[in-house]
């Protein structure tokens, strides 16, 4: 009998995470990835995409939008912080500028890009299959002139290496008080709103959208402002050249 108990709730903790990662697309943080970095990597810009790799490290670490992305053993993963916890992304939700990463800014690339152009992404469709290549249909092209800029790096997290390095609910507080980019991939968001991380609060997000927010209320006061003027024109003419023949006549 504990034996088809332990058998039941196994089954039942499986289908629960199975549940939770074709919902939101990230399965749950603290997935061991094998990487166990001591600092902060350096991370370079990837020409003409809004990415950034890591060239001093053997491995396929990436900065998106925000998260930093790992490709590791066939799977994607995903953290707010360089050195995890690491939620498992599947490949149906990894994000399109992810995805076209060229095959030359992976530094331990597996041995089925061996062959690729290293300028261009990886045939994720052939590895991955025709059903992902359905589901992801042109993944593969865009208007090159109206990529993104890239998201800021979070280099705070510099000063937190070795035993400093916070807990998940630490790296909460820490972000929340220090980076305040929201992401714009709804994976990335998704993955904010399940470690729950703060989004922008409503007076900075007037701020950030400048002159755009305040025009609204301009157009109104000069509207009031002109409304408030004299009247002017043939009518208000008309009363002074009255108000100056009542004069002569006295």
Known sequence: M?????????????????????????GIPGVS????????????????????????????FFFYDGMYWVYQ????????????????????????????????YYRNPPGYFRG????????????????????????????RRATPAPAPL????QRYSGERYPQVEQQRSIQGQNYRYQPRDNV???????????????PQQRSEQGGSAGQPHQRESAGQEQRQ????????????GDERGQERNK
């Open 116 to 143: 690729w152009r290293g300028d261009a992404p990886p045939r994720w469709g052939e590895h991955w299959g025709n059903d992902w290549e359905r589901q992801r249909n042109g993944w593969d092209r865009w208007n």
């Open 33 to 60: 990835i094998g990487i166990n970095m001591p600092l902060y990597p350096q991370l370079v810009a990837v020409p003409g995409y809004p990415v950034y790799y890591a060239p001093q490290l053997n491995s396929n």
């Open 154 to 157: 979070p280099r705070y997290q």
């Open 229 to 240: 003027r004299p009247q002017q024109g043939p009518g208000r003419e008309r009363e002074k």
């Open 73 to 104: 053993g066939d799977n994607w993963y995903t953290s707010s912080w360089y050195n995890g916890p690491w939620g498992l992304v599947g490949p149906e939700f990894v994000p399109l500028y992810v995805l076209r990463i060229p095959v030359r």
């Open 188 to 202: 990335a968001r998704q993955h904010y709103q399940e470690q729950g991380l703060p989004r922008a609060s409503a």
């Open 2 to 26: 504990r034996y088809l108990w332990i058998v039941f709730c196994m089954l039942l903790g499986s289908m629960t995470s199975a549940v939770a990662q074709v919902s939101i697309g990230i």
